[in-house]
């Protein structure tokens, strides 16, 4: 009797309708979107971005008369422009992990994995809508941050750029659209560890630890090894050409496949973790 149960329970599992991937799309997006957090950490993003920048632009206008001759030929308007972004990425970040790990802190994975029994469709509508929303919000906030800090330099006669400017603006188009880059490798960083803190941690060290260690490594170190990292890769893809002499500089097009590479590995990762745990 019991094996006739399980048997009709499975033929009744493999008989229902598969929802289709839209469907999933829309139930992530509601998820996402009906939050009041959501709305909070993008505002914060923005504002915040916007107002370190505005504070360190200040800081480089009020001091540029004391700068050396050396100093000011390499100052770069545009990339001393994003210093605000790096805020606005780890909020983002957070804002992708708790949308992911606040299901297992709830209990709601168990209703969004039966309701959707193809854990691979969860994992890819989530990454989807974070990838969404987060590289809109990116575009937004690096526009603004961009308009800031050249509004603060042109006060100051310090170097400008504008977005006339064709590196100037392909810089700031890419650097937006980038964003995503790291929410979305929070979303599998939070299936795989499940756990909101540690998850916020071991993705803010890839991102942030070779910018803050790299230099203390031998260049070869540097140009072989750290310049494959996510870090590097995305700062490559979205303004590497206007430093092409950084030791962690890649050539946007290898830039994008070593970005795209470590997005598959982590959510392959997280596709593997998510298919064999159990809830």
Same mark, same amino acid.
């Given at each position: 009797?019991?094996?006739?149960?399980? $048997?009709?329970? %499975?033929?009744?599992?493999?008989?229902?309708?598969?929802?289709?991937?839209?469907?999933?799309?829309?139930?992530?997006?509601?998820?996402?979107?009906?939050?009041?957090? *959501?709305?909070?950490?993008?505002? #914060?993003?923005?504002?915040?971005?916007?107002?370190?920048?505005?504070? &360190?632009?200040?800081?480089?206008?009020?001091?540029?008369?004391?700068?050396?001759?050396?100093?000011?030929?390499?100052? $770069?308007?545009?990339?001393?422009?994003?210093?605000?972004?790096?805020?606005?990425?780890? #909020?983002?970040?957070? #804002? /992708? &992990?708790?949308?992911?790990? /606040?299901?297992?802190?709830?209990?709601?994975?168990?209703?969004?994995?039966?309701?959707?029994?193809?854990?691979?469709?969860?994992?890819?509508?989530?990454?989807?809508?974070?990838?969404?929303? *987060?590289?809109?919000?990116?575009?937004?906030?690096?526009?603004?941050?961009?308009?800031?800090? %050249?509004?603060?330099?042109?006060?100051?006669?310090?170097?400008?750029?504008? #977005?006339? $400017?064709?590196?100037?603006?392909?810089?700031?188009?890419?650097?937006?659209?980038?964003?995503? &880059?790291? !929410?979305?490798?929070?979303?599998?960083?939070?299936?795989?560890?499940?756990? *909101?803190?540690?998850?916020?941690?071991?993705?803010?060290?890839?991102?942030?630890?070779?910018?803050?260690?790299?230099?203390?490594?031998?260049?070869?170190? %540097?140009?072989? &090894?750290?310049?494959?990292?996510?870090?590097?890769?995305?700062?490559?893809?979205?303004?590497?050409?206007?430093?092409? $002499?950084? !030791?962690?500089?890649?050539?946007?097009?290898?830039?994008?496949?070593?970005?795209?590479?470590?997005?598959?590995?982590?959510?392959?990762?997280?596709?593997?973790?998510?298919?064999?745990?159990?809830?």
């Amino acid at each position: 009797m019991a094996s006739t149960i399980v $048997d009709i329970r %499975q033929k009744s599992t493999r008989l229902r309708p598969a929802i289709p991937l839209t469907a999933t799309l829309r139930a992530e997006w509601t998820k996402l979107m009906t939050v009041r957090s *959501t709305y909070v950490l993008l505002a #914060l993003s923005l504002l915040l971005s916007v107002a370190v920048t505005a504070l &360190v632009s200040w800081a480089a206008g009020w001091s540029w008369s004391e700068w050396a001759e050396a100093d000011r030929a390499a100052f $770069d308007p545009v990339i001393n422009s994003f210093v605000g972004l790096l805020l606005a990425t780890v #909020l983002l970040v957070a #804002l /992708s &992990v708790g949308f992911v790990t /606040s299901e297992y802190t709830s209990g709601m994975v168990r209703l969004t994995l039966t309701t959707t029994p193809r854990r691979g469709r969860v994992l890819l509508a989530k990454a989807g809508v974070i990838a969404a929303v *987060t590289m809109v919000a990116g575009v937004i906030i690096t526009v603004a941050t961009f308009l800031t800090g %050249q509004a603060v330099f042109a006060a100051y006669d310090v170097p400008t750029a504008s #977005l006339g $400017d064709r590196d100037a603006a392909l810089a700031v188009l890419a650097t937006g659209l980038t964003t995503a &880059v790291y !929410p979305v490798i929070g979303v599998a960083i939070g299936y795989l560890l499940r756990r *909101t803190a540690v998850a916020i941690t071991v993705t803010l060290l890839l991102m942030f630890a070779p910018a803050f260690f790299g230099p203390l490594l031998p260049l070869r170190w %540097q140009e072989r &090894v750290l310049a494959y990292l996510p870090g590097p890769a995305t700062d490559s893809l979205a303004f590497g050409h206007l430093a092409t $002499d950084a !030791p962690m500089y890649l050539e946007r097009g290898i830039a994008a496949v070593v970005v795209a590479a470590w997005l598959v590995a982590l959510l392959g990762a997280a596709y593997l973790v998510l298919n064999r745990r159990d809830v």
